[in-house]
């Protein structure tokens, strides 16, 4: 048998604007996408060849299940227009669906089924026509069936629907709850409980089933997790914080002491799913990227760099002309003779005195983008505090007081760069 | 690049072979500017060995063409290759795509 | 590294995508690639193919002696192509083509970044280089 994935873009767009997903069936669900979840239903039923076709870019499915061999079966990739329906799919696709019973599923992120039950051979006595249809997904076969028998009982197999936050939330809490009818990601010794691979729980944590933990997790002293949690990948809860009821997806930190219940946490934000409300929450360890604040004050702020820089270029004057008629190289041209020439362009504006200095850092991996935008400067943040130069720790101080700085601040650590020994 | 034209069912198939880029589009294109704008057309892409931007426009100018003419025009045979350029510039949203030359050409 | 010198000509276009879909092929072979290789190997061959339409569609048409250079270079864990043509410098980022309004061309840079890992474009000595980088591993 054949399966073919009808995948439209426009159903399910809400679910890529919340999960920051490229595409729908990229979504996990339980650790794992709802495409994993189709692909695995589709080889129970019996398909040994899987066919997406979608309105929009395939490439970030096919990048995630290439040509199937990970399963064992051919999936390949086809392009609709989007006001096609299913029979002119069917014609576009007629060479893959031709000598061969298709079953077709559209619309459709996940289906409810049971792995231990039977598809095959109930599948293979059904039919022509449509099997189940909830409006905005249904699932359906073509082609004479192989077998002239009496159809079995139904097994499991029904289509939730999907489509606000809280369904995906209750859908997760029920998948997990039912995890032995799933192929579930992580290891699992017990029933209701999944862990993944670098899991360090430390002493004191609690685990509470059921529940399922990703890949490189830290659960720290005193935690508790669970009942009904899910935690994905690269996930920190830090000391004293409890989790429950809740899914923290892939890259999300719990500070200490916090109370987690009933909420869909990545990143740094957390969504209460049963109103839709967010909430950002403060990320000391700077796993998302920064975001310069409105610069309300930057006007007043740019008057204290230029005055600033003023006076210290009439105060440096004469002491830079002397010292620059020394040869190079020696160890007394010093931070600020160096950079001398820079405090005119903080004058004319296109420099700070003080801020992000991030010179070398063009090709660093870590997420500076929005920093590289804001003005370069004549000294760093971490130079004032004297924090030491490598570069990521420089790093956390220039992003942590780009996120907290004012021009008062910046008085305060101007201060503190000039009066730093190795300024003069 | 070989272009090969004939008439099956009432539509013009055309079949193209080779090498799709700025040296052949120009041939292309003067092939394309002689047909019917109003004929039901079918290109077979099952021989096209590499397909780019500069091919990729000939067919595109080709489909605006048609579209004006109200005649349609259908795509048979993508391999992974031609498909590729098609996923990149999203030219498969303006396309209609069969993977079966004889479905194109419908009965 | 391999460099190659081509007059530019249409006619020599699928030369020089020849020359780099093989050069891809044979770096993604002899440097433990774990991917696709055809598939590593059409991203050059369709990124050269690009950048060398361009540099022959920019071109002076009445200096029938202007070449274009191509140099392949490969590190341990990536492989760069470099094209490099005599032409005025051009815009590094054009705006995409909107598909929808049926665009005959415009594609070519825009599907080199798609492809590519890293791409480096700039104007120096009456010239244009455009370097194309991937990584592997």
């Known amino acids: 048998m054949k399966s073919l994935f009808i995948v439209r873009k426009s159903e399910h767009a809400w679910i890529c604007r919340q999960f920051s997903a490229e595409h729908p069936l990229l979504v996990t669900l339980c650790n794992k996408p709802f495409i994993e979840f189709l692909l695995d239903f589709a080889i129970l039923a019996g398909a040994d060849a899987i066919r997406i076709v979608s309105d929009g870019q395939t490439a970030p499915i096919e990048a995630y299940c290439g040509n199937g061999s990970r399963w064992g079966i051919d999936i390949s990739y086809a392009h609709m227009r989007p006001e096609d329906d299913r029979e002119r799919i069917m014609e576009k696709n007629s060479r893959f669906c031709s000598e061969d019973r298709v079953l077709i599923i559209e619309g459709v992120l996940f289906i409810e089924h049971d792995k231990h039950a039977d598809y095959r051979s109930w599948l293979s006595a059904l039919p022509e026509g449509g099997i189940v249809d909830i409006g905005s997904g249904s699932l359906s076969i073509s082609g004479e069936p192989t077998k002239d028998m009496a159809v079995p009982f139904r097994p499991l197999i029904s289509i939730p629907a999907i489509e606000c936050v809280n369904d995906y939330f209750s859908l997760s809490a029920a998948t997990l709850g039912a995890g032995t009818r799933y192929i579930l990601p992580g290891y699992c010794n017990e029933p209701d409980c999944f862990i993944g691979r670098n899991v360090v729980i430390q002493k004191g944590a609690e685990i509470r089933k059921p529940v399922m933990i990703g890949n490189n997790v830290q659960i720290m002293t005193g935690a508790v997790i669970g009942p009904a949690t899910i935690i994905g990948s690269n996930v920190i809860v830090d000391r004293e914080s409890t989790v429950k009821g809740s899914i923290l997806l892939d890259n999300t930190f719990i500070g200490e002491q916090l109370e987690v219940d009933r909420k869909i946490g990545e990143g740094n934000r957390l969504t209460d799913p049963a109103s839709g409300a967010t909430l950002m929450m403060e990320d000391p360890h700077l796993m998302s990227a920064i975001h310069q604040p409105a610069d309300a004050s930057g006007l007043l702020r740019q008057l204290v760099h230029s005055l600033a820089a003023t006076a210290l270029v009439l105060l440096l004057a004469l002491p830079w002309l002397a010292l620059r008629m020394l040869p190079a190289g020696r160890s007394n041209r010093n931070i600020i003779i160096e950079r001398y020439p820079l405090l005119f362009r903080v004058i004319r504006g296109s420099m700070r005195l003080i801020g992000s200095r991030g010179k070398d850092r063009k090709n660093s991996e870590t997420p500076d983008m929005h920093i590289r935008q804001a003005k370069p400067s004549v000294f760093g943040y971490a130079e004032a505090e004297q924090w030491p130069e490598t570069d990521s720790d420089a790093l956390i101080v220039d992003h942590y007081y780009t996120r907290h700085a004012s021009p008062l601040k910046d008085i305060g650590l101007a201060i503190k760069a000039l009066i730093n020994p190795k300024t003069f | ?107 | 590294m391999l460099t190659a010198t081509l007059r530019a000509e249409l006619a020599n276009i699928r030369i020089a995508a020849n020359l780099a879909r093989s050069s891809a092929e044979v770096f993604a072979n002899t440097h433990g690639f774990t991917g696709n290789i055809a598939e590593f190997a059409h991203a050059f061959e369709l990124s050269v193919s690009e950048a060398f339409t361009n540099a022959v569609r920019y071109g002076d048409p009445s200096n029938a002696d202007a070449v274009v250079h191509i140099s392949i270079e490969s590190g341990p864990g990536s492989i760069t192509i470099t094209v490099k043509d005599n032409n005025p410098p051009f815009d590094p980022a054009p705006p995409t083509p909107e598909i929808q309004g049926y665009p005959e061309g415009g594609f070519g840079l825009f599907i080199i970044g798609k492809l590519m890992d890293e791409v480096k474009c700039e104007h120096e000595g009456g010239g244009n280089t455009l370097a194309m980088t991937k990584h592997i591993g």
Do not use: C, W
């Open chain 2, 1 to 107: 690049m070989n272009i090969v034209e004939t008439a099956r069912n009432g539509a013009t198939v055309i079949s193209l072979e080779g090498i799709l880029n700025a040296a052949a589009a120009p041939q292309l294109k003067a092939h394309l500017e002689n047909s019917d704008p109003a004929s039901p057309t079918v290109i077979d892409l099952t021989n096209v060995e590499f397909i780019d931007s500069s091919g990729l426009g000939a067919l595109v100018g080709f489909l605006r063409k048609k579209k004006t003419g109200s005649g349609s025009l259908k795509l048979a045979n993508l391999n992974n290759r031609v498909k590729r350029v098609f996923e990149i510039t999203q030219a498969y949203s303006l396309f209609d795509v069969y993977d079966d030359l004889e479905a194109a050409i419908g009965k």
